[in-house]
């Protein structure tokens, strides 16, 4: 009769397989052991901060919040740029770079979310429909989407041309996040939604420009998908009348969130 076969000798305190996680973000993961995987996401422990603000002061939790800075790039903001060379007056869209330089640092240091959410049109403008290439020509002679000005830094608003690129005074880390926008709302035909919600985010703050256009149509669109908005109104400006300005601070103290400002903010931040 065969000798039955010793059993192969065992371990008793073997060491497990280290622990794999797959998701976007530290507390939306699954985590994978040699036994089983997990679907546990970890809860994410919330980070108070009050900001006086209109119509009524409140308190945000920076753990759930993330800075939107829109449109802050070389074609908007720089002489060289599509506006730029356009003719426009800059004096408006540069306004509140300096405001937003200092905003960042104390931002980034309390550990919250930035996202720079500018235009970055395909080249080709398949996606772009008549009104919006329209609106962004006006003429036959004149530099659209895509399009390479006079003096040629690159088409105008593609991304990894220099005009798309955020402006040498806003440098932007590693650590943040960048959602190219295809529309006025930048919400549409893209992941930005898609994107806050894989990372926990509730609370949205935008600084940039310019207020009545992209930054209002984002925050607006942002109310409509259920998240609490807060406009900076120191880090945002308009080209636009006064009186636009005016109109769009009373609608989102009316219908769509709140209004504060930068300098608050930091200075609550500093207080924590």
């Known amino acids: 009769m065969a000798r039955p076969r010793n059993p192969a000798p065992t371990t008793p305190h073997q060491k497990s397989a280290p622990t794999t996680r797959f998701g976007p973000s530290k507390h939306n993961n699954w985590a994978l052991s040699d036994q089983q995987v997990s679907l546990v996401r970890q809860k994410v422990a919330p980070r108070p901060l009050p900001l006086p603000a209109r119509p009524q002061a409140i308190e945000i939790d920076l753990a ?20 730029g060379q356009k003719g426009a007056n800059l004096r408006a869209t540069r306004r509140p770079i300096p405001v937003i330089a200092g905003l960042l640092e104390d931002w980034r240091a309390a550990g919250c979310a ?30 659209g989407y895509a399009e390479r000005s006079p003096l040629d830094r690159g088409r105008s608003l593609v991304p990894g041309d220099w005009g798309a690129q955020v402006v040498d005074e806003l440098p932007v880390a590693d650590t943040d996040i960048v959602v190219h926008k295809h529309r006025l709302s930048g919400f549409w035909d ?5 994107l806050l919600r894989q990372q926990g985010i509730t609370t949205l703050l935008f600084a940039g420009v310019n207020t009545d256009r992209c930054v209002f149509s984002t925050l607006q669109d942002a109310g409509f998908l259920g998240y609490d908005c807060v406009l900076l109104e120191d880090a945002c400006s308009t080209s636009s009348p006064a009186y636009v300005t005016r109109a769009i601070h009373f609608l989102v103290e009316r219908l769509h969130g709140f209004i504060a400002s930068s300098a608050d903010l930091r200075g609550a931040l500093g207080a924590r």
């Open 64 to 83: 759930r919040s993330a800075l939107v800075v829109v449109d802050m790039q070389n074609d908007f903001c720089h002489p060289d740029g599509w506006f």
């Open 114 to 143: 930035v996202v720079w959410l500018n235009w970055g049109v395909r080249p080709d403008r398949l996606n772009l429909p008549p009104t919006v290439q329209y609106k962004g020509k006006l003429s036959a002679d004149a530099v």
């Open 190 to 194: 893209n992941e930005f939604d898609s």
